[in-house]
């Protein structure tokens, strides 16, 4: 006999301390049942020893079955600790039950020093390092600026990302040697902020975003023949929205909602 849904979500609301989140997606706006809507349930909690914080957390599927071996999709955890005035943290993260093969990050930040430092690895066979990355923060004249160079190893491409931020107003330039993006923000008023992004390859794409108040807000992004993406987020509810579009004509959609809930 197949376990009920409410079921479910009840075994694993009876060993949560912390709220879980619960999601469905929808694509192309076609589903013959619960399983094509994808609920899934997330949930994390945290614990200390020592000096060491420690969080853990699972994201499984919310589909009937009689495997409870199958459901999970996401296993992780992270251990953060301070050495020596770094803040120094370490996440790994396995597909479903398959403890085989880990993905794996590693975060190191010096508040004092406005320096910050980020890893990504995979561990399995042996340990491979992906992607470096450092981000550097100060004041210049009023305005915070921010230093990011980053580099992947797979496919030995550096680029790096300058940020300036200053009276409402953030400029964003990511450069590398083959293409360039220019990112300017603004803050129109208390309730409306507007992004354009242009490409050196002659993308260009436009997000707007409108506060509703009490940490509520709609975000609009238009990306011209390619997709117009919508977030929503209303209290503990978050709705997206992504339309592929051809010209005028809507090529499909995809709709993901999620909420906290409490068991």
Same mark, same amino acid.
């Given at each position: 006999? *197949?376990?009920?849904?409410?079921?479910?979500?009840?075994?694993?609301?009876?060993?949560?301390?912390?709220?879980?989140?619960?999601?469905?997606?929808?694509?192309? +706006?076609?589903?013959?049942?619960?399983?094509?809507?994808?609920?899934?349930?997330?949930?994390?909690?945290?614990? *200390?020893?020592?000096?060491?914080?420690?969080?853990?957390?699972?994201? /499984?599927? &919310?589909?009937?079955?009689?495997?409870?071996?199958?459901?999970?999709?996401?296993?992780?955890?992270?251990?953060?600790?301070?050495?020596?005035?770094?803040?120094?943290?370490?996440?790994?993260?396995?597909?479903?039950?398959?403890?085989?093969?880990?993905?794996?990050?590693?975060?190191?930040?010096?508040?004092? +020093?406005?320096?910050?430092?980020?890893?990504? &690895? /995979?561990?399995?066979?042996?340990?491979?390092?992906?992607?470096?990355?450092?981000?550097?923060?100060?004041?210049?004249?009023?305005?915070?600026?921010?230093?990011?160079?980053?580099?992947?190893?797979?496919?030995?491409?550096?680029?790096?990302?300058?940020?300036?931020?200053?009276? +409402?107003?953030?400029?964003?330039?990511?450069?590398?040697?083959?293409?360039?993006?220019?990112?300017?923000?603004?803050?129109?008023?208390?309730?409306?902020?507007?992004?354009?992004?242009?490409?050196?390859?002659?993308?260009?794409?436009?997000? @707007?975003?409108?506060?509703?108040?009490?940490?509520?807000?709609?975000?609009?992004?238009?990306?011209?023949?390619?997709?117009?993406?919508?977030? @929503?987020?209303?209290?503990?509810?978050?709705?997206?929205?992504?339309? +592929?579009?051809?010209?005028?004509?809507?090529?499909?959609?995809?709709?993901?909602?999620?909420?906290?809930?409490?068991?």
């Amino acid at each position: 006999m *197949k376990t009920s849904a409410l079921a479910l979500f009840a075994i694993i609301g009876s060993v949560a301390a912390n709220r879980p989140q619960l999601s469905f997606n929808v694509k192309d +706006g076609n589903f013959a049942d619960i399983g094509g809507l994808d609920p899934s349930l997330t949930w994390s909690s945290s614990t *200390k020893t020592g000096d060491i914080d420690i969080e853990y957390g699972v994201e /499984s599927s &919310a589909v009937p079955s009689t495997d409870i071996a199958s459901l999970p999709k996401k296993i992780w955890g992270k251990a953060s600790t301070d050495i020596s005035g770094w803040g120094v943290s370490a996440r790994t993260e396995f597909a479903g039950t398959d403890f085989s093969k880990a993905d794996v990050d590693v975060d190191a930040s010096n508040s004092e +020093g406005d320096l910050s430092l980020h890893l990504e &690895a /995979s561990a399995g066979d042996g340990f491979s390092v992906h992607k470096v990355e450092a981000t550097k923060t100060f004041d210049s004249d009023g305005a915070r600026v921010t230093v990011n160079p980053r580099y992947d190893v797979d496919t030995e491409e550096t680029d790096v990302v300058l940020a300036y931020s200053k009276d +409402g107003t953030d400029i964003e330039v990511t450069a590398s040697q083959d293409s360039q993006s220019l990112t300017f923000s603004r803050q129109v008023d208390d309730n409306n902020r507007v992004a354009p992004t242009l490409s050196s390859n002659g993308n260009v794409s436009v997000e @707007w975003e409108r506060s509703l108040g009490d940490d509520n807000s709609l975000t609009a992004t238009l990306k011209p023949n390619e997709s117009v993406d919508l977030e @929503w987020k209303d209290a503990a509810w978050t709705a997206n929205i992504n339309l +592929g579009v051809e010209g005028t004509s809507i090529t499909g959609t995809n709709v993901s909602v999620k909420r906290e809930v409490n068991f």
